[in-house]
């Protein structure tokens, strides 16, 4: 439940539309998305935890992976485009009272991107914080539906 919700956190942070102004080598259409999570203090799993995958259209104008999460605010702190480079900066306050801090960076080439996020999760109401690592990878499968 945890990793789901980590991962949802995490899409809805990726998924601020990019910076129209340089926009990086990447194909419009339907883009099948696969990320992996990895979780500090976690025991590893025979195998790991089986990757997560979700479809979504994306476009230059919204070139970036989306999620939202009903009643969690997310706010964009920065973002940059650089060449076929994106990277950024979000924090969350979540409904279940936790918070998350996320930096993140994709490299675009055409009809494909890899990337990696990390996340730094907080739970004021048990204390501490989870840390996330999340290895993404995405190809255009198709045209927008």
């Known amino acids: 439940m945890f990793i789901r919700s980590a991962a949802v956190i995490s899409l ?23 990320m992996q999570v990895e979780m500090e203090g976690m025991p590893k799993m025979k195998g790991g935890i089986p990757p997560m995958k979700h479809t979504q259209c994306l ?12 009643n969690d605010e997310c706010k964009m702190v920065s973002q940059k485009i650089d060449g076929n480079t994106v990277t950024w900066v979000a924090k969350c306050k979540h409904k279940d009272g936790m918070t ?45 539906k």
């Open 12 to 34: 809805f942070i990726f998924g601020f539309a990019a910076s129209v102004f340089a926009a990086p080598n990447m194909q419009d259409g339907m883009w099948e998305i696969t």
């Open 59 to 70: 476009t230059q104008k919204e070139m970036v992976p989306q999620q939202k999460q009903k």
């Open 100 to 144: 998350s801090d996320s930096t993140g960076k994709i490299t675009y080439s055409g009809s494909k991107f890899d990337g990696v996020m990390d996340v730094t999760m907080s739970d004021p109401k048990r204390g501490g914080t989870t840390k996330v690592m999340q290895k993404m990878s995405g190809k255009r499968i198709g045209d927008c």
